[in-house]
């Protein structure tokens, strides 16, 4: 008790605040999270906004980020309703760490298609392990456009298997969507990042708006997204919303 009374405290103050930290962080990115979840755009949704005479395409490839791994994020469907023009190639990028030393570079990249396949809208995955550097944006630019077109030419020939010779028409819708993309690539690559602003529902507790108010003040003081991931300045575009949770 002498040595608790002397400092002995600390630590376990140190620890009990650490803790309602991370208890805190925990709780916000999950409803954060589950709130991205039941609000993604639907394939219908997609199709409306691409076929909209309103929506301007535009050369280029949009690098969306996310945290949502399946469907679209709903800041894709605030960006569009606020600024109608969607890049020629689009594609929803969603980082995530596992936990290995090192992804080899080659099982790095996990595309598939965002249907319906003619809007050139793509979903990737890009896993790291704790000791893998992204590199400079240049570097992954490359990276992702070689391992894109080589998911392109798998999936064609995926569906023409049970093919005994590649149909001309297969072939022509490879060498369509690879010129596609290599006009795009030319016009240069904007990185879109999602600025989301959380608030409690107005009806909430006391302590549910606490919590909400402590996460906000700690992602304001955390490093940025675009520094961690060494985006150029000159070519990102921050989107702002608002998450009721």
């Excluded at 993604?40 to 490839?61: A, H, M, Y």
């Excluded at 022509?172 to 879109?192: C, F, Q, R, T, W």
Aim: glycine letters at 6%; one cysteine or more.
């Amino acid at each position: 008790m002498v040595k608790f009374k002397e400092g002995g405290f600390l630590p376990l103050v140190s620890a009990i605040i650490f803790t309602m930290i991370m208890g805190i962080w925990f709780y916000a990115q999950r409803e954060r999270y589950m709130f991205e979840l039941n609000n993604k755009v639907s394939s219908e949704s997609v199709i409306k906004l691409v076929n909209d005479l309103n929506t301007n395409r535009i050369q280029g490839i949009g690098v969306l980020y996310s945290e949502l791994v399946q469907g679209i994020p709903p800041i894709f469907a605030h960006f569009i309703a606020n600024i109608p023009t969607i890049h020629s190639v689009v594609v929803f990028v969603s980082l995530k760490g596992i936990p290995i030393s090192n992804v080899a570079l080659e099982e790095r990249f996990l595309f598939r298609y965002v249907e319906p396949r003619e809007c050139k809208m793509f979903r990737c995955i890009v896993r790291h392990g704790y000791n893998d550097v992204i590199g400079d944006s240049m570097e992954f630019e490359s990276q992702l456009v070689q391992y894109l077109k080589e998911f392109i030419i798998q999936e064609s020939n995926y569906i023409s298997q049970h093919e005994t010779t590649m149909s001309s028409g297969v072939v022509e819708g490879i060498e369509n969507e690879m010129k596609s993309i290599g006009k795009a690539l030319e016009k240069g690559v904007v990185y879109m990042l999602g600025e989301t602003e959380i608030v409690a529902y107005p009806k909430s507790s006391i302590l549910h708006k606490i919590i909400v108010d402590t996460y906000n003040f700690l992602r304001r003081n955390f490093q940025q997204r675009d520094e961690l991931m060494a985006i150029p300045r000159k070519r990102l575009l921050k989107v702002g919303m608002t998450y009721e949770i």
